[in-house]
């Protein structure tokens, strides 16, 4: 390749290449912000597991059971809709060469529940030799959505006022956002039991508040440095 040509090439993409690089490039600061609330929840699911039973020779059927539950949930003011099927089940019982006969069935249901301590109240309308279990399958906000998009805000603005006094230290000024993104967390959402003192059970219903749900949101932000 002779020097003309190889001058040439050169002219070509020197042009090119100072074409391709920014004139003022944008000086930037990039930074994370974070956000917590702690919320109360108004949707609390109850599991409650009854069991048929035999009393003397005689059993006490599941029908008879469930209509109990029923009626008690009316009678407390919960909604029809507050109470739903989760499972059925049965079994034989048979251990050692001794049988029972007679087949015990099983039901869950799931209730839901706004305020924790209607529970006492229903349980003593019910036939505690047909209750087989009561645990708290699950619990949240009905409006946890709304919670989340609110702390999504605050992050935004922790990253910027957290942008702004990291310039102010070296003298700079805080510009415009130029990028937002999400952090996903990858995680269930965080539980925790506010603290109680020991006490006689008997004050348990008026004494007790049930554990808050922790909602957490972070973003990274980048803001233009004027």
Sequence with gaps: MNTSR????????VPLLALSQPENPVKKIEVTGEAEMEVTPNEIY????LKEYLNGRRKVEMDKLEA????????EGFAS???TIESIYGYNWDWKKQRSEEFL??????LKVADLKRMNDLLERLDQRGINNISIAS??????NQYQQELKLQ???????????????????????LE??????????????????AMDVSEYQSNVEFMAITLNASVIASFEIK
């Design 81 to 83: 809709g507050d109470l």
């Design 6 to 13: 190889l001058i040439f090439i050169f002219l070509f993409f």
């Design 68 to 75: 109990e539950l029923v009626k008690a949930i009316k009678s």
């Design 155 to 177: 992050a935004l603005k922790n990253a910027k006022d957290k942008a702004g006094y990291m310039l102010t230290g070296i003298g700079a000024q805080l510009g415009s956002v």
């Design 46 to 49: 109850f599991r409650i597991t």
């Design 139 to 144: 619990y949240t906000h009905s409006d946890i």
């Design 105 to 110: 069935a099983t039901k869950s249901f799931k």
């Design 180 to 197: 937002v993104r999400e952090i996903d967390q990858h995680q269930p959402v965080l539980y925790r039991a506010r603290a109680m003192e």
